[in-house]
Nanobody, 121 residues
């Protein structure tokens, strides 16, 4: 059974920094990408940053100048570093792992349980 275990998060002051990590455990074949999404109260879940195993990286416009995502493919661990945090970065941050299905036709997702990040004075 695949599990994504997130660490980091918590209370951060405006202008501060955030470091999140997520390690996947279990037998996983054909990993294609890992990344981070977030969901604020009353809002839909949105992409923060993703990194594919071929090295392609995608950031949301709201964080692209403040975030760095990295991936250790050897142990399926993804990291997120964010600087200059703002009040609007407050959300539950979810780890995502995307893999190619057995027929090779579509990709599927695993999700972590989420970690709360609160930006406040």
């Amino acid at each position: 059974q695949v599990q994504l275990v997130e660490s980091g998060g918590g209370l951060v002051q405006p202008g501060g920094s955030l470091s999140l990590s997520c390690a996947a455990s279990g037998v996983i074949f054909n990993v294609r990408a890992m990344g981070w999404y977030r969901q604020a109260p009353g809002s839909e879940r949105e992409l923060v940053a993703s990194i594919r195993t071929n090295g392609t990286i995608n950031y949301s416009d709201s964080v692209k100048d403040r975030a760095t995502v990295s991936l250790n493919s050897a142990n399926n661990t993804v990291y997120l570093q964010m600087n200059s945090l703002k009040f609007e970065d407050t959300a539950v941050y979810y780890c995502n792992l995307r893999f190619l299905g057995p027929l090779g036709r579509r990709e599927y997702d695993y999700w972590g349980q989420g970690t709360q990040v609160t930006v406040s004075t």
